[in-house]
Structures are given as C-alpha cells and as structure tokens.
C-alpha cells in the first residue's frame, strides 16, 4: 500500500484578514447552553421526585400496583381539598355506609345471592385497611365483578364522589337551558337504552345529567362519548349521584382531558398503549409499524367509550369496576390483551386486512362457541348498530344475563366469555412507575410538536404576508412593465423619425448660414448705399444721435409752443366771459368785432 501524506495533497489555506474576536459570541453560546442545562435539570428532578412519590403509592408485592396506587392518589387529593368539601364529602360517605347496611339487612339472609357479605362490609367500612392488608383478595373479588346490588356504592365509597353540596348543585343546574340540548335528544333517541321502555325514567334522568355537565364544564360542551360515560353510571344511581361522579371520573380520573378539544388525553393513552405494546410484543408492535397500522385508526373508540360502543352492558359494567377502583389506566390492560390474544392472526395479515380485523374482528376471540358460526366472516356482535340505531348499550335477548356475575342465577347464554376476557386482561399488571414514564416521554413529544405546530402557524401567517407583499409587487411591476412598454414605443418612434428630423435640422442650418450670408450682404449693400447717395458719415451711429438730439431739440420747441397756445385759449375763454358780463356794451363789442 502506498501511504498518503497529508501535507502533499491538501492545499494550504489562504491568507486572508484577520477574523474579528469570537470571545462575546462565545460568552453567549455557553449562557445559553447553561440556562438550557438549568432547565433540563429542573425538568428532571421534578421528574424524579413524581416518579418517587408514585412508587411510594404500591407496594411492589402485591398483584395489582394500578389498585393501591389509584387508592392513595385519590386519598392525597381528597386531603388536598378545603375544610367545606371534606366535610361534604365525609357527610356523603357515612350515608352511603348506612345505605349498604340497609341493603345488607334487606338481601343478606336470601341464600341465592352468593356474596361475601362480611368481606364487602370490611371494604364498605375501612377501605384503606383492606387496600393496605388484603389488597390481593379484593382484586380478586373485582375481577369476579361488584354485585349489583351495591355496585353504585363501592364506586362512589372507593371515588369519594358522594358530595351532598355538588347534588344540591345539581338540582339547580339541571333547570337551566343548554345550547348543547338539541345534540343531546338527538343521541340519545338513537341508543337502545334510551327507547328501552324499562329505562324509560332512566333516559330522562341520563339527559339531565349530561345536560347539567355540559352547563358545569362549558370547556368541554357536550360530545356523543359521554352518553357511553354515563349511562353505566345511571344505572346504579340516582340522578345526583350520578351527575357528582361523572364529575369526579371526569377531573379526578381525568377523563375530561379524553373530551376537550385538543384531546390530549386521547393521545396519551394511545402513546402509553404503543409503548406497552412494544414491551409485551415488540414482534407485533414492529408488524403494525410496518404496515402502517397507527393505535388512533382501531383504538380510539376503545377508550373514548370504555369499549361500550361494542361490548353489551354487562361486560362494560365490569369494566367500570376495575376503571373506578385502579383508575383510567386500567383500560390499557384490556387494550393490550385483546392485541396480544390476537398476536398469531394479526401476524400474518397485510394493511388492509389487518385493519378491518383490528376494527370488526379482534373481539371474536372471546364469543362463547354456542355464537361461533362455521363462516368466521357471519359471526355478529349483539351491540353491532344498524341503519336505525347507532349506538348500542344493553345486551340483546341472547346475551342478556339476570343475577349477579359472581354467583347470582343467571338465564340465557352470555354471547362473551365475559370471565376470561377480564382474567386475562387483569394478568397484565401494569406498573405506573412505568406509565409516568410513558407520560413523561409523551409531554416532551407533545411540547415539541406543538412548537412544531406553532412554528408551522407563525410559518404560515408570514407565508401569507409574503403572499400579500408579492401581489402588491406583482401589480407594481406590472405598472412598471407597461409604462416600460409604452417607454419603448416612444424610443422606437423616436427612432423612426429621427432621421427625418435630422434631415430637417441638416436643411434648417443650411437655410440659416444662407440667411446670414444674405443679412451680410444687404447690410453691405445698405451700407454703401446710404453712403453714396445720403453723403452721411460712415459711422451711422453718430449720425443717429445727432437725429435724436435735433428730434429732442424740436419735441421741446413744439412743447413750449403748445403752452403759448394753451395759455391763449385760456384768456381766450377768460375775456369771452368778461364781454358776456356786460350786455349793454354791444357797439363796443361790435366795434371790435
């Protein structure tokens, strides 16, 4: 090999002026990179010490961190709130605690409701304790399902939503004249719970509970997900009961930032449902990277409506226990199972196919096999809306279920494994360490692309006044462009008869330098002629004032003679006056006449 030497082949630089001092620009640099430093720093501890005080909400020994951790977040904030609300919120607590032990007296002795009375009264009476010592046997028994006898109060006792001074709000509220009405009955009248004549009162109740939160939250108005929010709710509670946890589900369990416009809490489940995906199965999670599948084409309802635009009540009732006691980011467990059970399938399909089976077909692993046809492509859900009836929230006859879903009778077959779809889904225990990096990672992302998007829209806005400068230099130079033109066309016509008038200038000065050659020789020739024939001098000005003085000298003779002849008249004038005094002199005046 032969070995190159720098020197020999790259060119010396040249010599130039001296480069003026950097020092000042460098002194700038090294300010910003601090400042920059300090606030990434800033941003970090307070990153750190949120990390540190969700790892201090579970213990990491138990089966179910979303449980503990959404128990003591609810609890700080409830110790965050002003004396008043405390105090209602306790008042709200203790009458549910009265309402459960009527219940109790009332079903407890019937045989046919297999319910742990002893371990619910426990829950119902010190719920902290049985977070901090038997939280395992309490998740068990949620994924079991909360009877129905009482489920309303396990979720208002485990949200502390019960809030007498909110419901007497409510009431008051619920009178007033929305501008989102219209929308409302409009929804509404298209469910099936809606025109179910059982739920008749129910309906009527539902819509001035949706109503009455589109007057307490104008922000967020009304959109057609809250129908599927509520109506759960309104089925195991009153109408104030309802409207207070729909605002507490709302702000506490921030389902509001799912509504509002930006829908940025949308986003973030979507985010944290990709992220999750990659860790359980980075195989699948690659497939639907590759095909081009986004979590926002298929999963999107899945969280908007708590999966109610397409399971029958029961199931989402069941969902609701475990989204009420762990919190909104226990629906990612049900996202996540779902693609996961489905990973074999989704595998082998290309974009379109993979898309239509992630929108119609992921749930059909979990139809009991008494629905399953021999045609996969025949199988049909009991809430698929029709023509007529867009949304569907109640099971059909075929699906529909009397009891309880943890021993209660029970007639018909379910159309879902209804057990096995919540086993399976709670197996995933999710960490919210983990989710709070996840929400870390999306605000970053977030803050980025809306300085993207702001950046895109100053852009734009300059875009647009750039626009607006080149129309008006356009129509300048247009202007200029036309005046040039009519500029040209005058040259052209100069040109064109330039020559002509050259000619005529040629012509002009001759006839001038004839002229002058003719004035030469007349005013010779007069020169000698007034000579010859006049004897004058021949410096004719001398001549010329001589005449003036000769003229001069008679204009003041015939002046002075036109003063005798003025004074004349007037002694003329003066003795014809005196003759016309005296008549009687006529001989006299004859005489002389």
């Not at 032990?101 to 046919?112: A, L, M, R, W």
């Not at 921030?254 to 990659?278: T, V």
């Not at 196919?353 to 692993?365: A, R």
């Not at 003679?561 to 007037?570: K, P, R």
Request: charged residues 30%; aromatic residues 10%.
């Amino acid at each position: 090999m032969i070995a190159l030497t720098p020197n020999k082949f790259i060119p010396k630089p040249l010599k130039g002026p001296a480069l003026p001092n950097r020092k000042s620009i460098q002194d700038c640099l090294k300010f910003d990179r601090a400042e920059g430093s300090l606030i990434e720093l800033a941003n970090h501890k307070e990153a750190v010490q949120e990390l540190t005080s969700i790892r201090e909400t579970f213990n990491k020994e138990s089966s179910n961190y979303l449980l503990q951790s959404k128990f003591n977040r609810l609890n700080n904030d409830f110790q965050n709130k002003d004396a008043k609300s405390k105090q209602s919120i306790n008042s709200g607590q203790e009458n549910i605690k009265r309402t459960f032990d009527n219940i109790k007296n009332t079903v407890g002795g019937f045989s046919e409701y297999k319910i742990d009375w002893e371990f619910w009264t426990h829950i119902v009476n010190d719920y902290a304790n049985v977070i901090n010592t038997e939280s395992d046997k309490l998740n068990e028994l949620i994924m079991k399902g909360i009877p129905k006898e009482f489920r309303g109060i396990i979720w208002q006792l485990v949200s502390k939503s019960k809030n007498f001074q909110l419901e007497e709000f409510y009431i008051s509220l619920k009178n007033e004249q929305s501008i989102h009405e219209k929308s409302i009955k409009r929804d509404l009248t298209r469910t099936s719970f809606y025109t179910s004549i059982e739920q008749s009162n129910k309906g009527i109740e539902l819509y001035n509970v949706i109503k009455a939160y589109s007057l307490f939250d104008p922000d967020v108005g009304y959109t057609q997900g809250m129908i599927f929010i509520a109506v759960p709710l309104i089925m195991n509670m009153n109408e104030a009961e309802c409207f207070c946890c729909l605002v507490t589900l709302m702000k506490e369990y921030q389902l509001r930032d799912l509504f509002c416009p930006e829908m940025k809490g949308l986003h973030l489940l979507l985010y944290q449902f990709d992220r999750l995906l990659e860790n359980y199965s980075p195989i699948l999670y690659n497939h639907l990277v590759k095909q081009g599948i986004k979590s926002s084409m298929y999963a999107s309802q899945w969280f908007l409506t708590m999966f109610a635009y397409k399971f029958p009540l029961d199931i989402v009732l069941r969902i609701y226990d475990i989204v009420i006691t762990e919190g909104i980011e226990s629906i990612l467990k049900f996202a996540v199972n779902l693609i996961i059970r489905n990973e074999s399938n989704l595998l082998n399909l290309k974009f379109d196919k993979l898309l239509e089976f992630l929108k119609d077909k992921l749930f059909n692993i979990y139809i009991t096999d008494e629905y399953i046809a021999k045609d996969d492509d025949t199988v049909t859900s009991p809430t698929t809306p029709t023509a007529n009836r867009r949304f569907s929230l109640l099971s059909s006859k075929r699906s529909s279920v009397s009891g309880t879903s943890n021993g209660g009778p029970s007639t018909g077959l379910k159309y879902y494994k209804l057990d096995e779809l919540v086993h399976d889904s709670m197996s995933i225990n999710i960490d919210p360490v983990e989710l709070v990096k996840f929400t870390n990672e999306f605000e970053h992302i977030y803050a980025k692309e809306k300085a993207k998007a702001k950046d895109i829209e100053n852009l734009q806005l300059e875009n647009g006044n750039l626009r607006h400068k080149i129309k008006d230099l356009e129509s300048s130079y247009a202007n200029l462009n036309r005046d040039h033109v009519d500029f040209v066309q005058n040259m052209v016509d100069i040109k064109v008869t330039l020559p002509e008038v050259l000619n005529d200038n040629e012509e002009l000065e001759l006839e001038i330098e004839n002229l002058k050659k003719e004035l030469t020789d007349l005013k010779s020739r007069i020169k000698e002629t007034t000579t010859s024939e006049h004897g004058l001098p021949d410096n004719i000005e001398d001549t010329i004032h001589k005449l003036l003085e000769i003229n001069a000298q008679e204009t003041e003779r015939f002046a002075n003679l036109q003063d005798m002849y003025d004074q004349f008249l007037f002694e003329d004038e003066k003795l014809t006056s005196e003759i016309k005094k005296h008549p009687n002199n006529k001989a006299w005046f004859g005489r002389w006449k």
